[in-house]
């Protein structure tokens, strides 16, 4: 009988633990879910056998049931009056609550939901250990949520087959060779439930071929598994194995409880034709009723029938494609053990008891602080966040405050109170924001700890030998003249040297400073009088003292020096180049402000590093252009290296032609300045303008759109910040902010910022003004009016797309979707202080806005 041949390579099995496995025929996948978690946690707490019906309680209602009371008809969201009247043996254990003004959560009979807060802490730390367990077994585990998890197979299970069949290990030169046939093996029941099409293959006889053996293997693996995690905790779960997550999260569900099943190529088929849509993972919710409605059918097998260029033209070619790859069974979503957790929230409604002074609030804060403290330490120190925010509901109005958390703070429930409380009183100064009916307190920003971050030692490098360098000599015409009792800085390092620090012997910097303060303590008592200035100075500082005067000496002839060599150049013009302006909201100039003399720390720092150079260096003074005729104006010392700097007339960035990095800087920076921001958003247009596959649409992300997509957007935001020379802004999670961005396909080509305001500076303008064109707007105090409602903080479109209706496509759009159901007139709206060209499209969209053609009016607010 002539052997079968595999249709698997040996191509396939080597890429089986390569970072590609994802996309590898072979790959197998396992997804388990905790049966009925929470009801699980509560009764192994109490010892209760799991034959009994028991439901976890909130408040008065069930969130959790286990499989005994479900056979009795009791349903998650009933109250446990419904409950009781179906199942009377029901036993309930209400979850672990904090009292208001607590930090430790605790078992309370009967706990009123307006003095208390639901923890779940005790989920999180067992969720942990069943984490803990499935990495004994399988190292890349991802975490679905508290109670279920993925788990990438695929390199594990080569590892046993290849243990199991010593002759794979031996591969041929030609990698495309067929693999050998595939063994026959014995499913057994405890395996899971094996989903094929064996019962109705007319072919006859089932052919086994390799990845059913993965599949055989996997599922040998998640028995292990699920069998540890009930030896451990005494928890039972539920597995589904398959060839990629979203059908290993299908079929998990297919045998439950306490039961694994195994989906087969030869079985996808038939199982996803039996499903709809919005079973599939990912298709649910929102997004999945949508794309039901936009294709007519809720049935997987109806999207077979369909080519993947219509379900596109539908949907998009992002959502089109990622529909049509899930409706026939395909999946690359790679599986990684690290998650990138970026926010975490504590938050309590008080909408039935709202909160109506400082006190009430106050209580709650070290609630929110003890609850993020603690899922905080779940970090284990590898990240932190950036961002502290408060978020308050009142009436139809929320309102937000943050604020940074610095990279040495120490993050415990006192802190996060106390800057509660900071933030808190803000926005008591600015709002009226009793009565508060929901109040919520996050972590933002959450990001890796920086492992660059190092002390001072590590910037040094350690030397062997310590040789004091000659101070670089200029040529006759610049010789700087040193004073009589000038100290030059090889003898300042070398004299009185304390014997224990040996100029051979390799030293860090800390224990230099430490031998200095073990020595300082013997000359602490001496003293000596400086002759340059008078005052009387310890020994321990003599060193410090004559660097400063030495520097002081040195910076004083440098200045006498350019003063002799400018008188001989007066007559040439004075530099007219413009300052720069940092922002367009601040228009501060960059300019050093005069001195009489540098400080002992800048002058110090000046003249050792100039005096050290191993080659000399030419001095290029730079002077404010504001202060260029005042001699006495503070210098600045440049290295002037020959380098060459031009800047491009298009995107304006300046850059070093003769440096490959910054050109190859330059060439990205231009490409993403004129060709707009890559992004790639989740969520759905509020507005499209065509439908072609690059149409142009626009999109709104604020602070309850998803969190990649916030990301997305403040990445755009900064993007437009540094090329207005702005500072950067965080705008995730902060609600004030709505982000409106216009979108070309996956290109970003606009943007607007739009913030809510109350009030703002009315400008009127007339067209023989003079100023009419100019960038300057006049604020006059009496100009202050009230009921804005609309702040356009930023409005930028890419230059090679400008003139083309896109800022006020923006502005309309803002005007209409900032407040849902409410369309913002022209007199609701300010703008932030505007550039030049800025205020050209204030005017000119102002004007269409008003009958009176013969001046305009808007208004200007402060942000």
């Not at 999109?699 to 916030?710: F, H, K």
């Amino acid at each position: 009988m002539e052997s079968r041949k595999s249709k698997f390579c040996w191509r396939d099995l080597e890429y089986c633990d390569k970072p590609a496995s994802r996309s590898c025929p072979l790959r197998v996948v396992a997804h388990i879910d905790q049966d009925a978690f929470y009801a699980q946690v509560e009764i192994v707490r109490l010892g209760i056998s799991p034959s009994t019906p028991f439901a976890v309680q909130q408040w008065q209602g069930l969130i959790a049931v286990n499989y005994p009371a479900r056979a009795a008809n009791v349903s998650r969201h009933e109250t446990i009056t419904e409950a009781k009247k179906k199942c009377p043996e029901l036993q309930v254990a209400h979850v672990k609550t904090w009292k208001a003004g607590d930090t430790e959560a605790k078992y309370h009979e009967n706990p009123d939901p307006s003095n208390f807060k639901a923890c779940l802490d005790p989920y999180r730390h067992e969720s942990v250990k069943i984490l803990n367990i499935i990495k004994k077994h399988a190292p890349i585990v991802k975490k679905a949520s508290i109670d279920e998890c993925f788990i990438e197979l695929t390199a594990e299970v080569k590892r046993l087959i290849l243990e199991d069949y010593p002759f794979l290990k031996t591969s041929p030169e030609n990698l495309e060779t067929p693999l050998p046939a595939a063994p026959v093996l014995l499913w057994t029941q405890d395996y899971g439930l094996l989903i094929d099409r064996r019962e109705g293959d007319t072919n006859g006889e089932y052919e086994q071929d390799w990845d059913d053996v993965f599949l055989y293997y996997a599922a040998r693996i998640v028995k292990e598994i699920r069998d540890d995690i009930y030896k451990s905790l005494h928890y039972t779960c539920s597995a589904g194995v398959s060839f990629n997550p979203m059908l290993a999260k299908l079929v998990s569900s297919r045998n439950k409880p306490n039961k694994q099943a195994v989906l087969c190529r030869s079985g996808i088929k038939d199982y996803l034709g039996s499903l709809s849509i919005t079973d599939i993972r990912m298709l649910g919710g929102k997004f999945g009723e949508e794309v039901v409605r936009i294709l007519g059918t809720d049935s997987i097998s109806d999207v077979w029938s369909m080519q993947l260029d219509d379900i596109m033209g539908k949907l998009g070619q992002v959502n089109g494609r990622l529909v049509w790859n899930m409706c026939h069974g395909l999946d690359d979503t790679e599986i990684t053990t690290q998650i990138q957790i970026k926010s975490m929230l504590s938050a309590k409604n008080f909408s039935h008891n709202k909160l109506k002074d400082e006190n009430a609030v106050t209580n709650w804060f070290r609630v929110f602080g003890s609850d993020l403290h603690s899922r905080f330490l779940e970090l284990e120190g590898l990240r932190r966040p950036k961002t502290l925010c408060l978020h308050a509901l009142t009436g139809f109005l929320r309102k937000s405050r943050s604020t940074q958390i610095p990279l040495d703070a120490d993050i415990t429930v006192d802190y996060i109170a106390n800057h509660c409380l900071k933030l808190l009183r803000q926005l008591q100064d600015e709002y009226d924001v009793y009565p508060i009916s929901h109040l919520s307190v996050s972590f933002q920003n959450i990001v890796e700890n920086d492992k660059s971050s190092r002390g001072i030692e590590s910037f040094l490098r350690p030397s062997n030998k310590v040789t004091p360098k000659p101070i670089p000599m200029l040529d006759d015409s610049s010789k700087i003249h040193l004073d009589a009792n000038s100290t030059p800085p090889s003898q300042c390092l070398t004299e009185e040297m304390p014997e224990e620090v040996s100029p051979n012997k390799e030293r860090s910097v800390f224990g230099m400073f430490k031998d200095i303060s073990e020595n300082s303590s013997s000359v602490a008592q001496k003293s000596y009088t400086c002759k340059e200035c008078g005052h009387n100075i310890s020994f321990s500082q003599k060193r410090e003292h004559d660097d400063y005067h030495f520097a002081i000496n040195l910076s004083r002839n440098e200045r006498l020096f350019e003063r002799q060599t400018s008188s001989a150049g007066a007559d040439k013009p004075a530099n007219s180049a413009k300052s720069r302006t940092y922002g367009r909201k601040t228009g501060n100039k960059h300019f050093i402000a005069p001195m009489d003399s540098p400080s002992p720390k800048k002058a110090f720092l000046d003249a050792f590093f100039t005096a050290n150079q191993n080659t000399p260096s030419t001095l290029r003074k730079k002077t404010s252009p504001n202060n260029s005729s005042n001699s006495s104006s503070a210098t600045q010392l440049h290295l002037d290296l020959g380098s060459t700097t031009v800047t491009c007339s298009e995107c304006l960035m300046e850059y070093n032609k003769a440096t490959e990095e910054d050109v190859d800087l330059h060439s990205r920076f231009h490409s993403r300045t004129l060709g707009g921001i890559d992004l790639n958003m989740q969520a759905e247009p509020i507005k499209r303008l065509s439908y072609s596959v690059n149409g142009d649409s626009i999109y709104m992300v604020t602070a309850e759109s998803a969190l990649l997509d916030q990301k997305k957007a403040e990445d755009a935001v900064n993007f437009v910040n540094e090329e207005l020379s702005g500072e950067p802004m965080e705008t995730i999670g902060i609600d004030k902010y709505s982000i409106f961005l216009f979108m070309s396909g996956k290109k970003c080509i606009g943007l607007l910022l739009a913030e809510r305001i109350k009030s703002a500076y009315v400008i009127s303008e007339k067209e023989d003004e003079k100023t009419f064109f100019s960038s300057a707007v006049y604020i006059k105090e009496n100009k202050l009016k009230h009921g804005f409602i609309l702040g356009v903080s930023r409005i930028w479109v890419t230059p090679s797309r400008r003139k083309q209706g896109i800022a006020r496509a923006l502005l309309d759009c803002a005007t209409s979707h900032f407040i849902y159901g409410y369309k913002i007139s022209n007199k609701e709206i300010a703008f932030t202080q505007p550039s030049e060209s800025g205020k050209r499209f204030i005017i000119s969209w102002s004007r269409a806005q008003q009958e009176d053609k013969t001046g305009v009016q808007y208004a200007v607010y402060e942000s």
